[in-house]
């Protein structure tokens, strides 16, 4: 009765957490439209971008974007919506609701096999900008990837990529995918439950979480992939993750509109790159600070590392990106994967 009584305690703090970054995200979507510098006016084109989380710091700039008004200075109406989830945002971009997607790259790969033509048009990290943590509880057994078999890891969502992150390291280190439990949690306050409760005994997550799990003592990094370093050494080169991806078709009928989505995000990126962590933290909606404005500026000056400055596909990424599908995924493993699809440079290479 107490585990059934547990698991009940847990699914509502989940529904709880889903239904307010929902209503945050529609409430930031709506009014943020019209706010920030940069000029534009009127109420422009209008596009829809599902976010795989709009207070992730690693989707950051969609809503930095906003908030320096430079859709606007595009002549752009942009309507921000977020899933809690990478894969989510995949399934409405592919179903037609939103005609943009800020979520990893990954998903081009691995839409592509199911024959479903998918680019990432800017791209804004060159690492995953993921942290693998472990529970207090766990924290003296589970020392790396090695020790995988037989636990139950978390993951944003099954299918996400903080799902196929964890299943290569598994396989990297010699742990089959059967041999451990993806547990899809969200992240943010589900997440920590799940890790202070023991229904997870470590996972994937990104800050803010990362910073508040460290805050609040419910478990240490087991493996930082923040930074290209970390990258380059937990899966081989470089990773890119965080991107603008759109289908084909419509990026094909929309090469204007397309355009005016890079230039706004390029500018972004490069912005960020020229201020500090505190400074992108005050641009930031306040309630994502949570109430804890040094924590949030602290996990966003660790994120920071793992974005792009140009928007640009890092030489070598899609390589690894497939090498690592390829390790776990039996379908992208037998199928011809044309990385020359999965991405462009055309409107990145055309931003003045």
Not at 40 to 66: C, F, H, N, R, W
Not at 264 to 292: C, R
């Amino acid at each position: 009765m107490r585990k059934t009584a547990r698991y009940a305690s847990l699914a509502a703090a989940g529904l709880l957490a889903l239904s307010s970054l929902t209503a945050c995200a529609n409430d930031a979507a709506s009014s943020t439209a019209d706010t920030g510098s940069g000029g534009g006016g009127g109420k422009g084109e209008s596009v829809k971008i599902m976010v795989g989380g709009l207070d992730k710091v690693i989707y950051l700039p969609a809503m930095l974007t906003q908030r320096l008004g430079y859709f606007r200075a595009e002549g752009l109406n942009v309507q921000l919506l977020s899933e809690p989830a990478g894969v989510q945002a995949e399934t409405a971009l592919v179903s037609g609701q939103v005609q943009g997607a800020v979520g990893f790259y990954d998903h081009t790969l691995d839409l592509q096999v199911k024959g479903k033509s998918v680019e990432s048009v800017v791209q804004f990290s060159h690492a995953p900008g993921e942290v693998e943590v472990v529970s207090g509880k766990a924290a003296g057994s589970l020392t790396s990837p090695k020790d995988f078999k037989g636990r139950k890891l978390g993951v944003t969502g099954l299918g996400s990529s903080t799902d196929f992150l964890t299943k290569y390291l598994a396989v990297k280190n010699g742990v089959k995918v059967s041999e451990f439990t993806s547990v899809a949690v969200g992240a943010g306050p589900t997440f920590i439950a799940a890790l202070q409760n023991g229904a997870i005994d470590g996972g994937m997550t990104t800050d803010p979480t990362v910073a508040t799990i460290l805050d609040k003592k419910a478990g240490k990094i087991l493996l930082d992939m923040r930074t290209p370093q970390g990258s380059q050494e937990a899966l081989g080169g470089p990773y890119p993750s965080s991107s603008l991806y759109m289908q084909t078709d419509w990026v094909n009928g929309h090469k204007d509109t397309v355009q005016k989505l890079v230039n706004a995000f390029v500018k972004t990126l490069k912005w960020m790159s020229t201020h500090s962590a505190d400074e992108i933290a005050a641009k930031m909606p306040a309630d994502y600070s949570q109430g804890n404005k040094t924590l949030y500026a602290q996990a966003i000056k660790s994120t920071l590392p793992m974005f792009t400055d140009d928007g640009v596909m890092p030489e070598g990424g899609p390589e690894t990106v497939e090498k690592v599908l390829k390790s776990f995924n039996p379908n992208i493993k037998n199928a011809k994967v044309d990385l020359s699809k999965t991405y462009t440079t055309e409107f990145v290479k055309a931003v003045k």
